[in-house]
């Protein structure tokens, strides 16, 4: 019997892989510039002595990191998920 998938029935991989790319680059963009924002308040809010805002700065300096991290990470898992899908 040969019964095969049609794998061609399913347009549009190329056109998914772009717009996950152009919107991980915007997640990447975002974060970078929070981080610099961060960093910058923090400085500026520990030579001044305000540990509150210090605190908070330094929690959104982590949370950009994960963000950059997980959106590097999901570009990769994403081209990995699309490229096992078509030797499927």
Do not use: C, E
């Amino acid at each position: 019997m040969d019964v095969f998938p049609d794998f061609g029935g399913v347009g549009g991989a190329g056109q998914l892989r772009a717009i996950v790319g152009a919107l991980l680059m915007f997640v990447l963009i975002v974060a970078v510039l929070m981080l610099i924002v961060s960093a910058i308040v923090w400085a500026i809010a520990s030579a001044h002595g305000n540990y509150q805002a210090a605190g908070k700065a330094r929690a959104g300096l982590w949370v950009s990191v994960g963000a950059a991290a997980l959106a590097g990470a999901g570009v990769a898992w994403v081209n990995f998920l699309l490229d096992v899908g078509t030797r499927l």
